[in-house]
């Protein structure tokens, strides 16, 4: 198969804390915020899932959802350098609900985040706050997000309506809450067939 008709790779990256803070409670990755982007690209896309290997070989990041990504992927430093990786080879950076905040504090190799003066958006201080977590999370991430991307978060008017952000040419791409999964798998291959890189 030539290089020209291979199905572009996109590695997904779940979780793997299993714990929400003190609490006792579970946690991890979220079934529908990995299924319905996994539905929209596995016809057009070669998947991996959590298998971290060095981002030449792939066409796009996905970070999952689910509360376990605010304790584990938000300060992994193994996560800030792929994501560096695929920032400098100029590769899709794609996250939903929780799951952006493994981009919440990734910074680049010149010091700056990642998300500095780039529209971004994930689960919101006030989605958090009627689900009843707030408590036993390590931070906000609608908080962390907007310091991170200087002012830059996006929110839908109302909580859990689907909401998408589509930043730096398709380069970066962010879903607000479950309901948003979706867009961010559409997002995600709109932007691969911009590239000529799917069918």
């Given at each position: 198969m030539s290089s020209q008709t291979q199905q572009p790779k996109v590695l997904f990256v779940l979780t793997s804390h299993d714990q929400m803070g003190s609490s006792g409670k579970p946690t991890g990755w979220y079934l529908p915020e990995l299924a319905h982007p996994y539905d929209i690209l596995a016809p057009h896309t070669q998947i991996t899932i959590a298998s971290v290997r060095g981002a030449e070989e792939f066409d796009a990041i996905f970070y999952v959802g689910g509360h376990g990504p605010m304790f584990d992927l938000a300060h992994n430093e193994t996560s800030h350098k792929i994501i560096s990786q695929f920032h400098s080879l100029n590769r899709i950076v794609a996250a939903v609900c929780h799951g952006p905040a493994a981009l919440a504090y990734a910074k680049l190799p010149s010091g700056k985040y990642f998300l500095e003066d780039t529209p971004v958006t994930g689960f919101s201080n006030t989605e958090e706050k009627s689900y009843g977590v707030t408590d036993v999370m390590p931070f906000e991430l609608e908080t962390a997000l907007n310091e991170a991307s200087n002012g830059k978060f996006e929110k839908?008017?109302?909580?859990?309506?689907?909401?998408?952000?589509?930043?730096?040419?398709?380069?970066?791409?962010?879903?607000?809450?479950?309901?948003?999964?979706?867009?961010v798998g559409e997002a995600i291959l709109t932007q691969l067939r911009k590239e000529g890189k799917s069918a």
């Open positions: 839908a008017a109302e909580d859990y309506a689907a909401n998408v952000v589509v930043a730096r040419g398709g380069k970066v791409i962010t879903g607000q809450n479950p309901a948003s999964a979706n867009g």
